[in-house]
């Protein structure tokens, strides 16, 4: 089992611009949530997926919209980017009291 | 509201000398606290968790309630225990679960 997967690693675009970024969750997990951590910063937790529905949202605007497929994998997308956006987007899916995290999608504004 | 807080940016030890990484809390409810750990090039893992109440790689932390702090030690540290740490809460219910990060500690271990 490879974990948690996100594509792509790295990503740059500009402002305006609309982004998708994937996850694969964890074997045998069916709830998908994701993270933005900014510079400097710990992660900050902005919706959480569960049965193709979103179950919990953070304090982040409409702007940041996701998306949970049949087979459990999930897309986090932000539309209208913001250099504020700038920051590692973090994917983790959940086992009973437990998170595991994938390696990050580091997308870039400019 | 629901907060972490870890006072210290940066920790720079020597190997060998003890380590303490500070977290405290702000939550109503029964808390669950985490340790996360990100090594270098490595993705974010967890360390340790309190309802455990183990020790993982020679770390340990003990909740307090009386003072809502989750404090991270270790008696000797080593050269590979440099990295980010992150301290966490954990918000369960409705169905739902989602984690509440500190800023993170960078700890620093020099040979």
């Known amino acids: 089992d490879a974990g948690v997967t996100q594509s792509p690693t790295h990503l740059i675009k500009t402002r305006g611009q609309q982004v998708t970024l994937r996850c694969s969750p964890k074997?045998?997990?069916?709830?998908v949530s994701w993270y933005q951590q900014a510079l400097g910063q710990g992660p900050q937790f902005i919706f959480q997926y569960y049965e193709e529905e979103e179950r919990q949202r953070g304090n982040f605007p409409d702007r940041f919209s996701g998306h949970q497929f049949p087979n459990y994998s999930s897309e986090l997308n932000v539309n209208a980017l913001l250099l504020g956006d700038s920051a590692l987007y973090l994917c983790a899916s959940s086992s009973p009291g437990e998170q595991y995290f994938g390696p990050g999608t580091r997308l870039t504004v400019t | 509201a629901q907060r972490v807080t870890q006072p210290e940016k940066l920790l720079s030890v020597f190997k060998g000398a003890p380590v303490e990484l500070k977290c405290n809390y702000s939550y109503s409810g029964s808390p669950e606290l985490f340790w996360y750990v990100q090594y270098s090039r490595q993705r974010l893992q967890l360390l340790l968790r309190?309802?455990?109440?183990?020790s993982i790689k020679g770390f340990t932390a003990d909740l307090n309630k009386g003072e809502t702090s989750f404090h991270l030690k270790k008696p000797f540290a080593q050269e590979e225990d440099s990295a980010m740490y992150y301290c966490?809460?954990?918000?369960w219910g409705g169905g739902y679960n989602k984690l509440i990060f500190g800023a993170g500690t960078r700890l620093a271990v020099h040979p």
């Open positions: 966490a809460l954990g918000l």
């Open positions: 309190h309802i455990s109440r183990e």
């Open positions: 074997s045998g997990h069916d709830t």
